[in-house]
């Protein structure tokens, strides 16, 4: 089982729509969770970081957060064609030979947006 | 503030070089990762930095090393490149306070190495 995993997409949604994005992982011992976007030949810049279990809204964007689940998610409410590129989700995980934590991205997820 | 500096930009090399990569963090960021992405891998974990000690490795050959300056700013070397070795390089700082936990990761713009 991957460390931290996600569809690879690519997501279809029309302008105006919500796109919802989904993350799952494997450690429980996780603690911190963040969505990353990355367009075509960019690096991935920071949408937002989320720590507890529930919603965290920022803007157009929400993160969900069930630690039970071990499931992430992220919607994007008015979905915009600028919102098309690649979402990565990453988590901190253990690592059990340092003790020290370190972020695993999943793959990604591709977000189409059609106007 | 100005963000994560990486160079140079672009490179080419040719199979059995070595090449040194640089990174800047942002500044008051004293950690430092290093990322290899990959159209079919994505983003793989190489190491990280904290106050000039590697606290994290990935999975990754020997062939790949690096270091930290005591201004934060990080080089990673690949040595005997191979074809396989080509990818952006992506650099990220933190703002760790220094405990294991693994803190928001600002990334820089990476280097895109060709290995020919």
């Known amino acids: 089982q991957k460390e931290v995993e996600q569809n690879s997409g690519p997501l279809s949604v029309p302008e105006g729509a919500i796109a919802s994005l989904n993350c799952t992982y494997s450690d429980r011992g996780s603690q911190s969770f963040f969505w990353y976007r990355q367009y075509s030949g960019k690096s991935p810049e920071l949408i937002m970081s989320i720590y507890s279990n529930g919603d965290k809204e920022d803007g157009r964007f929400t993160a969900q957060l069930n630690k039970a689940s071990q499931y992430v998610s992220l919607l994007i409410r008015d979905s915009q064609p600028s919102d098309s590129a690649t979402y990565l989700c990453a988590v901190n995980i253990p690592s059990f030979d340092t003790g020290f934590q370190k972020l695993v991205f999943g793959t990604g997820t591709r977000l189409l947006v059609s106007p | 503030k100005a963000g994560v500096t990486q160079t140079p930009r672009y490179l080419i090399k040719t199979r059995g070089q070595q090449v040194t990569l640089s990174c800047s963090p942002i500044?008051?960021?004293?950690?430092v990762s290093w990322y290899q992405q990959t159209p079919g891998q994505g983003l793989q974990f190489l190491f990280e930095?904290?106050?000039?000690?590697?606290?994290n490795k990935g999975n990754f050959p020997g062939r790949f090393s690096g270091r930290q300056f005591s201004n934060s700013r990080s080089e990673m070397n690949v040595s005997t490149l191979e074809l396989g070795d080509s990818a952006l390089y992506l650099c990220?700082?933190?703002?760790?306070?220094?405990?294991?936990?693994?803190?928001?990761?600002?990334f820089g713009p990476g280097t895109r190495l060709t290995v020919l």
């Open positions: 500044s008051g960021h004293r950690s």
């Open positions: 930095y904290f106050s000039e000690t590697q606290r």
């Open positions: 990220a700082s933190s703002l760790t306070t220094g405990t294991r936990v693994a803190d928001t990761q600002y």
